[in-house]
C-alpha cells in the first residue's frame, strides 16, 4: 500500500479534541490499510514512534436527496485511535513534508 493514501484526514469533532488531550488523535483512514500500514505511515509523517493503533469501521448511512425522496447510500469509512509514544502534545499541522 502506498503510505501517501494511507491517512486520509485528522478527524475535528469535540470528542476527537477531547482525546487529544490524553495524546489520543483520530485520523480518517484507507479502508484497506493494515495497523502496521498505518503505523509507518503515521511515525514517517510526523516523525515521533507509535505506541498503539485502535481502528474501527463506521457503517454506510443512507440519506435522501432532493424533492423526490430518492435514497443514496454514502460509502462506510474507517478511523484509527493512535497513541504516541512521546507524551508531550503536538499540532496535527507539524507535519514533515
Given at each position: 500500500m502506498?503510505l501517501?493514501?494511507?491517512?486520509?484526514?485528522p478527524?475535528?469533532?469535540e470528542?476527537?479534541?477531547?482525546?487529544?488531550?490524553?495524546?489520543?488523535?483520530?485520523f480518517?483512514?484507507?479502508?484497506?490499510?493494515t495497523?502496521?500500514?498505518?503505523?509507518?505511515?503515521?511515525?514517517?509523517?510526523?516523525?515521533?514512534?507509535v505506541?498503539?493503533?485502535k481502528?474501527?469501521?463506521?457503517?454506510k448511512?443512507t440519506r435522501?436527496?432532493?424533492?423526490?425522496?430518492?435514497?443514496?447510500k454514502?460509502?462506510?469509512?474507517?478511523?484509527?485511535?493512535?497513541?504516541?509514544?512521546?507524551?508531550?502534545?503536538?499540532?496535527l499541522q507539524?507535519?514533515?513534508?
Amino acid at each position: 500500500m502506498i503510505l501517501e493514501n494511507v491517512i486520509k484526514a485528522p478527524v475535528v469533532t469535540e470528542k476527537a479534541i477531547g482525546l487529544n488531550k490524553e495524546g489520543i488523535y483520530v485520523f480518517f483512514i484507507d479502508r484497506d490499510a493494515t495497523k502496521i500500514d498505518i503505523k509507518i505511515a503515521l511515525s514517517t509523517l510526523f516523525g515521533r514512534t507509535v505506541s498503539s493503533v485502535k481502528t474501527t469501521r463506521l457503517p454506510k448511512k443512507t440519506r435522501s436527496a432532493g424533492r423526490s425522496g430518492t435514497v443514496t447510500k454514502r460509502q462506510s469509512k474507517r478511523k484509527a485511535y493512535v497513541k504516541f509514544t512521546e507524551s508531550t502534545p503536538f499540532e496535527l499541522q507539524m507535519v514533515k513534508k
